[in-house]
């Protein structure tokens, strides 16, 4: 991480010939405070490129196009952005969506996905979402045997779903333990490796010719793309161990996961998706000779780079020989960032009042967030130029599980997130979603109940 540029340094042009995203992005931050989308009364925002997202796809479904035999169902991992104007957008470049629960399968279905193309994924599906998934049509991947005994009562015989079963590959973590799925305690998934496990799935697929599919997904952020492909691998010589076991092709389809890992450190998009690809053919080529679909779900991959948050400079003080930028970008929306700074570091951009990149020569500063706690920092000791009262910070690469994914601490709305496309000249916004307002706070914090308590009396 250079922690000493004002500005991140320019990365490579993307294909398409417009400038570097962090130059593109200043522009769209200037026009954002010059209408009015980010000032004192809006003091925080995120911000998503929806071109950009476009392009990320794009790569995406090229890199695996690449090998021309294989069918492969991009999904995108609604946890990642889970705003219905993006999973729209994704499903208008052709992807499906993966869901992990209710509420996402609910956003996939709003946003207009085909249940053919969603993914149901989650350690605890309850009966009723089992139910919902089937009758819908929506793919599940049980993640345990207990799961597969469920769906075995719940499926109907004429279910359009296609079933899969998650595996543990267990060939270890990355470099951040809670990104890290497939370590030998892993809670996702039946973990292969442990006495008896593997000859159990083999025969539970033996036993349920309605059981198709094998998912894993190795890990994210901190996985090496070696790592992901050895769990991969894995899970391919499982298929083609089934399949060997029952002299038939039962197992019709292998979904690889997501856990692309995203460079934070600067423009650039690294690893690209086509690295990804070849590490999997070097590690399995069989994955890709045409005799298995694929299914993949890549969330931060696609759209951390997509986006960036944008918050006014409240105050500034000095303590203990510190400088301080209290500023609206804390822990309800950079919650990975503000309790595991070394594992998530950001890259953060300073402008002016008028959203124009900053001047001026470095000072160590402490870029602190509205939150009441100590903790509450995005960024510690970092060198950018002097900010003031009024300036703005940009918090870069935030466009996967930051503002989409905001936390509720001290009661703070939830900012408001706006999607631009086009060029510097003709760029234009369009909301995605409104700032939470003060009703619906005081709505979600049980206003209908107010005397809920008071009226309570436990003795008589
Ligand atoms: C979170 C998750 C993904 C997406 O992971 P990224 O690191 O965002 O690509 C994919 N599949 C499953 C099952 C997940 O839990």
Not at 41 to 47: I, N, S
Not at 425 to 451: C, I, K, M, N, T
Request: one cysteine or more.
């Amino acid at each position: 991480m250079d922690a000493t540029s004002p500005t991140p340094p320019p990365g490579p042009a993307p294909p398409s010939g417009r400038p570097p995203r962090s130059a593109r992005f200043a522009e769209v931050l200037r026009l954002a405070v010059a209408e009015g989308l980010l000032g004192e009364e809006r003091p925080l925002a995120g911000f998503l490129d929806a071109d950009g997202i476009r392009e990320s796809a794009d790569a995406l479904r090229d890199a695996f196009a690449a090998e021309p035999g294989v069918r492969v169902l991009h999904t995108f991992a609604a946890k990642a952005a889970s705003l219905i104007p993006v999973l729209r957008l994704l499903a208008d470049c052709g992807m499906g969506c993966e869901v992990a629960g209710p509420g996402e399968l609910r956003l996939a279905v709003e946003a207009g996905f085909a249940p053919a193309r969603i993914v149901l994924d989650s350690p605890a599906k309850t009966r009723d979402e089992l139910r919902l998934a089937l009758a819908l049509g929506v793919a599940v991947n049980a993640d345990s045997f207990g799961e597969i005994r469920r769906i075995e009562g719940l499926r109907s015989p004429g279910s359009a779903s296609v079933l899969g079963l998650r595996v543990n590959p267990q060939v270890g973590g990355g470099s951040i333990g809670a990104m890290s799925t497939a370590t030998a305690t892993s809670k996702f998934g039946v973990a292969l490796r442990d006495p008896g496990a593997r000859d159990r799935v083999v025969q539970t697929f033996v036993e349920r010719p309605w059981l198709t599919r094998l998912h894993a997904h190795v890990g994210s952020q901190g996985c090496s793309l070696d790592l992901i492909a050895a769990g991969i691998a894995e899970t391919y010589r499982l298929a083609e161990e089934i399949n060997g076991v029952l002299g038939t092709r039962r197992v019709t389809g292998i979904d690889i996961g997501g856990g692309l890992p995203v460079n934070f450190d600067d423009d650039e998009t690294r690893p690209a998706f086509a690295e990804y690809v070849a590490a999997l053919r070097s590690a399995a080529p069989g994955l890709f000779d045409g005799r298995y679909d694929l299914v993949t779900e890549f969330g931060r991959s696609l759209l951390a780079k997509n986006g960036f948050i944008g918050a006014r400079v409240e105050y500034t003080k000095d303590a203990g020989g510190r400088r301080i930028a209290l500023t609206h970008a804390g822990a309800q929306i950079a919650t990975r960032t503000v309790f595991m700074p070394d594992a998530w570091p950001l890259r953060i951009g300073a402008f002016d009042g008028e959203g124009r990149p900053h001047g001026g020569p470095p000072m160590v500063q402490d870029i602190a967030g509205p939150c009441c706690f100590a903790g509450d920092v995005v960024a510690h000791a970092r060198e950018l130029p002097e900010l003031r009262e009024g300036d703005f910070v940009v918090l870069y690469d935030t466009g996967a599980y930051y503002f989409s994914t905001p936390w509720a601490y001290n009661s703070l709305p939830r900012p408001a997130v706006y999607g631009f496309a086009g060029e510097t000249g003709s760029l234009r916004f369009a909301p995605v979603r409104e700032a939470q307002s003060l009703d619906s706070v005081a709505a979600e914090s049980g206003l209908r109940h107010a005397g809920a308590l008071t009226g309570l009396h436990g003795r008589p």
